[in-house]
Antibody
Framework: QVQLQESGPGLVKPSQTLSLTCTVS??????????WSWIRQPAGKGLEWIGR???????NYNPSLKSRVTISVDTSKNQFSLKLNSVTAADTAVYYC????????????WGQGTLVTVSS | QSVLTQPPSASGTPGQRVSISCFGS????????VNWYQQLPGTAPKLLIY???QRPSGVPDRFSGSKSGTSASLAISGLQSEDEADYYC???????????FGGGTKLTVL
């Protein structure tokens, strides 16, 4: 059974870069045709898709965040990462990593989520 | 402001049937299937329905989904106290080239 685990600083200062890593266990990040995504959820609010990276390394980002987001993959560590630069308080949220195979089947695997607070 | 529109709240008594709607547009629900997620308090979302009306293994058949045009619906029959959670619809948006979610519906079991 595949497991995803987010890690990274829980506190980031305004204007700095938020960096998170998702470690995948129980399966190879290179196996099959998987899309690895980041999704966030501000406290008391809904879910927002940030972006995805395909097994091949190609990426797609939410247009509202595209100018500030980079998602990358490290196959040697079975991890993929999120970088969000120039953060503000509006970026404070629980950040989830998740996997899906295609747009029909949805996000089947999720990490437990990690809270990132943007504050000085 | 979410791309997909859901009612903020819904409620029912144990044993009742409740339905949660999700409205979109031609570029998302009108073109693609809908997934539904259940989020219990303090936990990550869990896939409840995929491809508009399919249940992953382990999801009770009390949960069902449907889609028509640019809207979708999640129905829960035989409501149980453990169904109290937030429910989100999601679909791929061809115009945005990304996933869009509804704002979520908080289901209360009275």
């Amino acid at each position: 059974q595949v497991q995803l685990q987010e890690s990274g600083p829980g506190l980031v200062k305004p204007s700095q870069t938020l960096s998170l890593t998702c470690t995948v266990s129980g399966d190879s990040i290179n196996s099959g045709s998987s899309y690895w995504s980041w999704i966030r959820q501000p406290a008391g609010k809904g879910l927002e898709w940030i972006g995805r990276i395909y097994t091949s390394g190609s990426t797609n980002y939410n247009p509202s965040l595209k100018s500030r987001v980079t998602i990358s993959v490290d196959t040697s560590k079975n991890q993929f990462s999120l970088k969000l630069n120039s953060v503000t308080a509006a970026d404070t949220a629980v950040y989830y990593c998740a996997r899906y195979y295609d747009i029909l089947t949805g996000f089947r695997n999720w990490g437990q989520g990690t809270l990132v607070t943007v504050s000085s | 402001q979410s791309v997909l529109t859901q009612p903020p709240s819904a409620s029912g008594t144990p044993g009742q049937r409740v339905s949660i709607s999700c409205f979109g547009s031609s570029s998302n629900i009108g073109s693609n299937t809908v997934n539904w997620y259940q989020q219990l308090p303090g936990t990550a979302p869990k896939l409840l329905i995929y491809s508009s009306n399919q249940r992953p293994s382990g999801v009770p058949d009390r949960f069902s989904g449907s889609k028509s045009g640019t809207s979708a619906s999640l129905a829960i029959s035989g409501l149980q106290s453990e169904d109290e959670a937030d429910y989100y619809c999601a679909a791929w948006d061809d115009s945005l080239n990304g996933w869009v979610f509804g704002g979520g519906t908080k289901l209360t079991v009275l």
